[in-house]
């Protein structure tokens, strides 16, 4: 059965960091590209930031180079490190693992991140 756990989530002032942390089963994570996304209330789910399995990192132009992803072969994990967190940044968050062949699109249930003072 393949998992996504996430964890790292929580309550962080204005200004502050957090590092999300997505375990990811043994069986997809060596070729998955692995992306975090987010979502608030009454928006649609965002990506965050995406690395493939050769290391190739995508951010959406908006993250303004506060996010920081990285994924751990050793340890099937993939990382999100927030700097300078703004309340805007309240959402969930969800680890995602994709493949274009053969194909598979996994998601985790989900983490939430709340930025206030």
């Known amino acids: 059965q393949v998992q996504l756990v996430e964890s790292g989530g929580g309550l962080v002032q204005p200004g502050g960091s957090l590092r999300l942390s997505c375990a990811a089963s043994?069986?997809?994570?060596?070729?998955?590209?692995m992306g975090w996304y987010r979502q608030s209330p009454g928006k649609d789910r965002e990506l965050v930031a995406s690395?493939?399995?050769?290391?190739?990192?995508t951010y959406p132009d908006s993250e303004k180079g506060r996010f920081t992803i990285s994924r751990d072969a050793a340890k099937n994990t993939v990382y999100l490190q927030m700097n300078s967190l703004e309340p805007e940044d309240t959402a969930v968050y969800y680890c995602n693992a994709k493949n274009l062949f053969p194909p598979w699109d996994y998601w985790g249930k989900g983490i939430l991140v709340t930025v206030s003072s």
């Open positions: 690395i493939t399995s050769g290391g190739a990192t």
């Open positions: 043994i069986s997809i994570f060596r070729t998955s590209t």
